[in-house]
């Protein structure tokens, strides 16, 4: 394996070993403990209620590896007891809201205090060093700024750094060209999506492409496959980085890819990262595949105990490369809310488009309609074959389209229906790309 030059942000942290690191996370999980029961709040009520009945009680968790008996929270939880319910901080200490898109309508808020954003910013400073990117680096930070937590969390990250962070946010893609032309971006920040909608519209318009420095990225908020990172990395002549996060625990940074690019590390002297079994709550052992269940360990203004991301994953503590000892997860294969069941067959949008995304023929955009013929749920991938296979005659477009469904029926069992259309026709994300249209009649 090649070698490659390693950096850190906090060296001492990123590779503590193992029992100082067990040490580390038990004496921050009792702090989270007190914290929430001063708070009194929702949160020391559930704990009440699930046997942890006083503070004492919560003293005597003897290593972080006792969190197996303490309960869940869930988006629901915070949906319930919006907007402030599982805050642990006064609102006079906490300094930043962000916000999420929650289920019924009433968004998830995410509180911060002084401290929470200095930690966030360290986090994504660690982030942006694993990825050989420094304080000589311009940053073009195309993510979300406002309640999304991408743009800001990336920001504060950046400075801490020292690197020069130019503060786009998503859209206005002409402006973005220009000023990734004129200010010399060495690094792309944004959703793989945009990435990929940028990567056509430079394409398209930027003649002389040794105008471009961009020589890195880094992108998440949203699945995408290791095909999907090929893409990229081949358009924008990049190497691609993949960042994991959620508002509820604190946004992005959470977890992060090392340049061996063999997993995500997560922040674990920050998180107490889970794998279960989703339906029945059962712990799984590393290596096994289920939902990434998180304890936060060092937050002050909205700790969350066992919170369900509904993301899967799988963990794995094998020796990395790069010498960082947290544990890493795999990159996420879906939500547990986007995982389309037919005929009994769990299946990731991810999966589907690990087989599209090896075809140079089609363009990097699909949708996943979900409709109900005689009573049977089916499937059909909407797809945008290149102009040149479009206009190129049916039998070519036939050929490609019964090859795919192919590939996938060998890849996941089902029969897809392939639907071929004209290039451009399918909208391009510039946030978080929707994936499924579930057109199945509810009974
Ligand atoms: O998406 C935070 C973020 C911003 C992460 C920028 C990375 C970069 P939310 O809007 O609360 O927060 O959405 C969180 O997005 O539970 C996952 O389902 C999904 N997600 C985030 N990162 C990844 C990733 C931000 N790298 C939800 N791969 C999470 C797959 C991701 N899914």
Known sequence: MKIMEIKYFEKKLETIDASELKTLQTDRLKKTLKQIFTADGFLKNKLVKAGVKNLKDAEN?????DIGNLPFTSKIDLVNNYPFG??????????????????TGKPIIAGYTKYDIKIWSELMARVFCAAGIGKNDIGQNAY????FTGGLGFHYGAEKLGMTIIPMSTGFTERQLTMMQDIGATVLFCTPSYALFLSEEINKNIRDRSKLRLKKGIFGAEPWSDELRKTIEKSLNIDAYDIYGLSEIMGPGVAFECVYKNGLHINEDNFLPEIINPKTGEVLKDGETGELVITSLNR????????????ITKLTREKCLCGRTFVRMDKIKGRTDDMIILKGVNVFPSQIESVLFRYEC?????????????LLDRINIIIEPKEEIFNGGESKINEITNEIS???????????KITPVPPKTLERSQGKAKRINDLRKKI
């Open 61 to 65: 968790i003897k290593t972080a590896g």
């Open 86 to 103: 599982l805050f642990s901080s006064p609102l006079s200490d906490v300094i930043r809201i962000h916000a999420s898109s929650g289920t």
């Open 144 to 147: 979300g700024y406002g309640l």
């Open 300 to 311: 002050e203004a909205m700790p969350l105990i066992r919170f369900r991301t509904k993301d």
């Open 362 to 374: 089609l363009e990097p955009v699909y949708l996943i309609e979900l409709y109900t013929d005689n």
């Open 406 to 416: 192919h590939k996938i029926y060998e890849l996941i069992g089902i029969r897809a």
